[in-house]
């Protein structure tokens, strides 16, 4: 191999340096280290601009809401068969208590749509 001059060289790190900054632009855009692929296009040029262009593009982590839910089931209170109120329970879990005969068709139930409390076996059909 023949020795480069100092002018040479100078132009041979260019070439590598710009090699990476190109590897690490794109695989910036393809959601990869840029970081890391800079060094990888430095050490490796065209094989590592060629690699980056090859790999699939890595999908985007939505990061989980820092928001709590919003609650869209309607809240229910019932009474008990001495008359104590309870709730507000779900939608579901009154469904639940219900089917599993926990709470008969006599039961009073009440949420902020209705005027007055009613009986389930008059609301049977909303529940």
């Known amino acids: 191999m023949q020795n ?5 060289t100078l132009f041979v790190l260019i070439c590598w340096t710009l090699i990476g900054l190109a590897t ?3 695989a910036k855009k393809r959601g990869r ?11 490796l040029a065209l094989l590592g601009l060629f690699l980056v262009l090859i790999l699939p593009k890595v999908k985007e982590k939505k990061e989980p809401s ?16 001495d008359h104590k109120q309870h709730g507000p ?28 409390w009613e009986k389930v076996k008059d609301l049977k059909k909303d529940l």
């Open 89 to 116: 329970v779900s939608q579901i879990w009154l469904d639940k208590e219900i089917a599993e005969r926990r709470l008969d068709e006599n039961t009073y139930v009440w949420n902020e749509n209705l005027k007055d």
């Open 4 to 8: 480069l001059t100092p002018l040479g």
């Open 24 to 26: 690490a632009y794109l």
């Open 33 to 43: 280290n840029p970081y890391a692929w800079f060094f990888i296009g430095y050490f």
């Open 66 to 81: 820092k928001t709590p839910p919003v609650i869209t089931d309607t809240l229910w209170y019932y009474l008990d068969k």
